[in-house]
């Protein structure tokens, strides 16, 4: 069933000489559950993709529909909530908030909707995260590994179909990556959600679905495991 | 970049929305201080005149024989020194021009740089013993000129003639008193025979020199010379206004200045340093990875100084300049006002106090406030900032509380109150406003009550019939009406009629009211029709407290064996006139037809007349010419327009000063709380732009800055309202209470004032930051740094 669907995407950053074309033309599709990785060389476009698919940005042509609903149609408050309850996003730097918890930075994306997030839901992300007994520790109270462990759980918890992430392994060890790494791959083999990650190293590609290369702005796939 | 110094200015560079405000912070803060200050100093400097003009500018007066005299000159403090005596100044011991009653003084040419108001308006001074200068007054009315002969009768009747050499301005009591004065020399003053004793004194009076010990010099004086407590003068006004007064009521009055000021100072250090802790995230992080390229802390030391002098250089100058051209303005507005009073004050004056005060508080509190994020990132390790993890989270003491409030306010409450630091300087700024709000409206109720304001009534000349009988024909108020120069003319008859009372037959104060009066009198009409008065139907009486009059519909009057009824038509809580009324049961107002039925009389005893603006001697002159051709000789005249000038000046400049002082203390409160949250929020922008990304909208970021600014106004407001009643209080005690004895009151109009400056302060700080998130592309937000 397909998730997500990229048609014709195009971005231009700058003017005159300054111009620089960061999507050439960009078109793909991806399945529910399927797990993607993005490969390509710093400045090639990478993360403007993602930024675009998630609609933190604006494409200056062509489409992006996620569960079949056109992104850049709606109307800024529109897709702001849409986003919330259908992209989870993974940053390289975590941007989790200095004055929630644990618990309250995985439930946020629900708190915005001011719905009172399931109990059972936190208690098996807590679980699965390895975060149960940190549950109360403040973002400051936590290596960068758990960090990110929890922005995963935050990328989860409202069961997005698509989950973005940008470089989540960057600021990590190779051990920290590692279990960041499975934790996706659970996201998509057990919850069904379709994960398209960012990465520079090659050996996290290993485990994706499929793998594409950006390279100037253009898109291409290089195939992956399953594929 | 040649030198690790240059990072400054291209730090200021990237961070040019942050600095701008910065800036902005200290410009308000110092422009605070030196308005506050600077306004204070004009203040001073405005009342200094209107005291050296209404009472000289001498510090001291002794009274002394020759010999005192000369030890008093020989004294180092004593700058200036003058001899003055004067005779007749009640005008009732017999020193007489022409049968009418003259008041003599006598004194040193020296006494004139004291005395600016004794202005020579022709000719010159006496110097010789059968010489002597007259005023105004004895000019117009006995038509002489420089160089006649004028002839004194003294009480014994021996007949002194006197060479007049000067004219010289009439003083406001002379004006007001229609009286003669001439002055003579103080030889000549000698050889004035008197009847007693105590008629021979003579003042000397002192002005000392710069940084004289005034009460102490004094004390010393008394000691040298014998004299007793009734023996020495102090020029209280001037001598308070040189802070040398020892006057126990000046004390607390200097008491409630030294708060002020320091209020003020506080203020502005606060505000300074609330703004650069919105900062101190980021630049903390900034100087921390300076500490791990290599930085000392020496080196970390020098850039934040020289950040923050670069701040101060363009800061301090702006908020100084912008300061005196208020004071400037309020300068030049006091001279327009009153020209004639204020032309000693200097439009561009300087106040150096001002300026020192605006310098001093700006450059010290940027620099102590600089530093403590330097001094925060030389205690994060090297390791720490290198690994990563050091600025990725800013470090929260406590979780923000989502189960009371909704996320996005609960977020905003707790970046208001999370840091304890933050939340203090930032609310605290705010409490400070108010308390400075508070504190310096104390100063506008002691200003109503210290100052008399001139009333639309109060005349600029009257003309009463000397014997207290309505002499003054009625129809000359539309003949001086006519007169150029004259605004407007109303007159009241004065007469007395039998009420009888429970306690026997008393005596009942009656006038006459115009028009004009009517007009006036109908804003303070507490109970009744005053149409009713107007048409004759009755009367309007007084209120007095436990007035035996009180609570009657009629009154049973009687004159001259007429007996009659009045209906009382309605109470005035004040009248101008007759307020004691003596022994009298009351005081009773009533229509020109009336008051001439009950009477039998169609004059009146007073007649005021108010002049235009621009009106001269001339035509004061021409009014009294009329009143004289209509009425003859039983009437005398007065004329108030010095007095009334000096009490307009002395009102117009105190009441400019404090609504000035209160106005920019609001506008800088306002400006203040603006500044600070949308510093705040851009200091935040980083994270707002993660919260974005989350999926956060922008309505609910524009709760969460409102959460932050409501928690910061609520507590501010709650600081500031419960230390600043208690202040409130204390001042009001001080100033007023301790003088006039009005008792303290919760003062709810500066409250709600306050409360509408807040309001007005919060709509227009989320406004701001509203706009500046609504146009933040997420991206570019989270990217950024």
């Known amino acids: 069933m397909e998730?997500?669907?990229?048609?014709?995407?195009?971005?231009?950053?700058?003017?005159?000489?300054?111009?620089?074309?960061?999507?050439?033309?960009?078109?793909?599709?991806?399945?529910?559950?399927?797990?993607?990785?993005?490969?390509?060389?710093?400045?090639s476009g990478k993360s403007t993709l993602l930024n675009c698919m998630g609609g933190l940005d604006k494409a200056d042509g062509g489409k992006v529909f996620l569960n079949g609903r056109d992104l850049f149609a709606m109307g800024e408050k529109e897709r702001t909530v849409f986003r919330r309850q259908n992209v989870g996003f993974i940053f390289q730097s975590f941007h989790l908030i200095p004055e929630l918890t644990v618990e309250q930075n995985m439930i946020f994306p629900l708190l915005l909707d001011y719905k009172k997030p399931d109990q059972e839901r936190v208690e098996e992300l807590l679980e699965v995260l390895g975060l149960e007994n940190r549950r109360r520790h403040l973002p400051g109270q936590l290596s960068g590994g758990q960090q990110q462990r929890v922005a995963i759980g935050r990328a989860l918890m409202a069961r997005p179909a698509l989950v973005l992430a940008d470089e989540p392994t960057g600021n990590l060890d190779s051990r920290n990556s590692q279990d960041v790494l499975e934790l996706l791959c659970q996201a998509s083999r057990r919850y069904q959600q379709t994960v398209l990650m960012i990465t520079h190293n090659m050996n996290l590609t290993a485990v994706a679905d499929r793998v594409f290369r950006v390279t100037d702005g253009m898109l291409c796939e290089l195939g992956g495991e399953r594929s | 970049m040649r030198h690790y110094l240059d990072l400054v200015s291209i730090s200021a560079r990237e961070h040019k929305r942050q600095n701008k405000m910065t800036r902005l912070c200290i410009v308000l803060a110092v422009f605070l201080v030196t308005v506050i200050f600077g306004m204070a100093d004009m203040e001073m400097r405005s009342q200094m005149l209107q005291a050296v003009r209404s009472d000289g500018s001498w510090h001291a007066g002794f009274v002394a024989n020759e010999e005192q005299g000369a030890i008093l000159a020989a004294r180092p403090e004593v700058k200036r020194i003058a001899r003055y005596g004067a005779l007749n100044y009640y005008r009732q011991d017999g020193y007489q021009i022409e049968g009418e009653e003259t008041l003599i003084c006598g004194f040193d040419p020296e006494l004139l740089e004291m005395f600016p108001a004794v202005e020579l308006l022709e000719g010159e001074l006496p110097l010789e013993k059968q010489q002597a200068a007259v005023?105004?007054?004895?000019?117009?009315?006995?038509?002489?000129?420089?160089?006649?002969?004028?002839?004194?009768?003294?009480?014994?009747?021996?007949?002194?003639?006197?060479?007049?050499?000067?004219?010289?301005?009439?003083?406001?009591?002379?004006?007001?008193?229609?009286?003669?004065?001439?002055?003579?020399?103080?030889?000549?003053?000698?050889?004035?025979?008197?009847?007693?004793?105590?008629?021979?004194?003579?003042?000397?009076?002192?002005?000392?020199?710069?940084?004289?010990?005034?009460?102490?010099?004094?004390?010393?004086?008394?000691?040298?010379?014998?004299?007793?407590?009734?023996?020495?003068?102090?020029?209280?006004?001037?001598?308070?206004?040189?802070?040398?007064?020892?006057?126990?009521?000046?004390?607390?009055?200097?008491f409630v200045a030294v708060v002020l000021a320091v209020l003020v100072l506080v203020a502005g250090v606060l505000m300074i340093t609330a703004s650069m802790n919105s900062s101190i995230a980021r630049r903390t992080e900034f100087f921390g990875m300076l500490r791990c390229l290599g930085a000392t802390r020496g080196q970390v030391i020098r850039f934040v100084r020289k950040e923050a002098l670069g701040w101060c250089r363009q800061a301090i100058p702006l908020g100084v300049l912008g300061g005196s051209?208020?004071?400037?303005?309020?300068?030049?507005?006091?001279?327009?006002?009153?020209?004639?009073?204020?032309?000693?004050?200097?439009?561009?004056?300087?106040?150096?106090?001002?300026?020192?005060?605006?310098?001093?508080?700006?450059?010290?509190?940027?620099?102590?406030?600089?530093?403590?994020?330097?001094?925060?990132?030389?205690?994060?390790?090297?390791?720490?900032?290198?690994?990563?993890?050091?600025?990725?989270?800013?470090?929260?003491?406590?979780?923000?509380?989502?189960?009371?409030?909704?996320?996005?306010?609960?977020?905003?409450?707790?970046?208001?109150?999370?840091?304890?630091?933050?939340?203090?300087?930032?609310?605290?700024?705010?409490?400070?406003?108010?308390?400075?709000?508070?504190?310096f409206s104390t100063a506008v109720d002691f200003m109503h009550h210290a100052l008399t304001p001139l009333q639309p009534w109060a005349p600029d000349v009257y003309a009463y019939s000397k014997e207290q009988k309505n002499l003054i024909p009625r129809g000359i108020r539309e003949k001086i009406k006519d007169c150029p120069g004259v605004k407007r003319v109303f007159g009241r008859g004065f007469g007395e009629l039998a009420v009888t009372t429970e306690e026997g037959e008393e005596t009942l104060i009656l006038l006459s009211y115009d028009e004009q009066q009517f007009a006036w009198a109908g804003d303070s009409l507490i109970e009744g029709k005053l149409e009713d008065v107007i048409a004759g139907k009755g009367i309007l009486l007084a209120f007095r407290e436990e007035s035996i009059l009180a609570g009657r519909d009629r009154l049973s009057v009687r004159r001259e064996g007429n007996a009659q009824e009045l209906l009382v038509c309605g109470i005035l809580e004040n009248i101008p006139y007759y307020s004691e009324a003596g022994g009298a049961a009351g005081v009773a107002i009533c229509s020109e037809e009336l008051f001439s039925r009950l009477t039998g009389e169609t004059g009146y005893g007073v007649l005021d007349i108010q002049m235009e603006g621009n009106a001269g001697d001339q035509q004061v002159e021409e009014v009294r010419r009329r009143v004289e051709e209509a009425c003859g000789e039983g009437i005398s005249f007065s004329d108030k327009r010095i007095g009334n000038r000096e009490a307009r000046g002395a009102g117009y400049s105190m009441a400019l000063f404090l609504y000035g002082f209160l106005a920019v203390i609001g506008l800088i409160s306002f400006f203040n709380m603006v500044n600070s949250i949308a510093m705040s929020v851009s200091a935040r922008m980083r994270e707002y732009g993660a919260m974005r990304a989350i999926g956060m909208g922008t309505d609910q970021l524009i709760r969460m800055v409102l959460g932050e600014t409501l928690t910061y106004t609520v507590f501010g407001v709650l600081f500031g309202c419960v230390a600043g009643i208690p202040l409130n209080r204390k001042l009001f005690t001080s100033l007023v209470t301790s003088r006039w004895g009005e008792a303290w009151r919760l003062p709810v109009g500066e409250l709600v004032m306050m409360a509408g400056i807040v309001l007005a302060a919060v709509c227009l700080a989320v406004l701001g930051p509203a706009r500046q998130i609504r146009r933040m592309t997420v991206v570019d937000t989270i990217g950024a740094e």
């Open chain 1, 3 to 43: 998730i997500v669907r990229v048609e014709n995407l195009c971005k231009t950053y700058g003017k005159g000489e300054a111009r620089v074309e960061a999507l050439k033309q960009v078109s793909f599709s991806m399945n529910r559950g399927e797990f993607g990785a993005v490969v390509g060389e710093s400045g």
């Open chain 2, 325 to 439: 051209v208020v004071v400037w303005g309020l300068c030049a507005l006091l001279r327009f006002l009153s020209p004639g009073l204020f032309e000693g004050l200097p439009v561009f004056g300087v106040s150096y106090m001002a300026i020192l005060a605006g310098i001093l508080v700006g450059l010290i509190t940027v620099l102590l406030a600089a530093r403590a994020p330097a001094r925060r990132a030389a205690q994060v390790s090297p390791l720490t900032a290198v690994s990563g993890n050091g600025g990725s989270v800013q470090p929260a003491g406590r979780a923000a509380n989502t189960k009371i409030f909704k996320v996005d306010v609960a977020l905003g409450i707790h970046y208001a109150s999370g840091s304890k630091r933050n939340f203090f300087l930032v609310s605290g700024s705010f409490a400070f406003s108010i308390i400075l709000f508070l504190a």
């Open chain 2, 135 to 254: 005023s105004e007054t004895v000019r117009r009315r006995l038509g002489v000129q420089v160089g006649d002969t004028l002839t004194l009768t003294a009480p014994g009747g021996e007949a002194l003639s006197y060479e007049i050499t000067g004219i010289t301005r009439d003083t406001a009591l002379l004006a007001e008193k229609d009286a003669l004065g001439i002055s003579l020399s103080m030889e000549g003053f000698e050889a004035l025979p008197r009847e007693d004793a105590k008629a021979q004194e003579e003042l000397y009076y002192v002005t000392f020199r710069s940084f004289t010990n005034i009460q102490r010099t004094i004390r010393e004086i008394q000691g040298q010379l014998g004299l007793g407590e009734d023996e020495v003068r102090q020029n209280a006004k001037v001598l308070m206004l040189l802070f040398q007064s020892r006057d126990s009521y000046l004390m607390q009055f200097y």
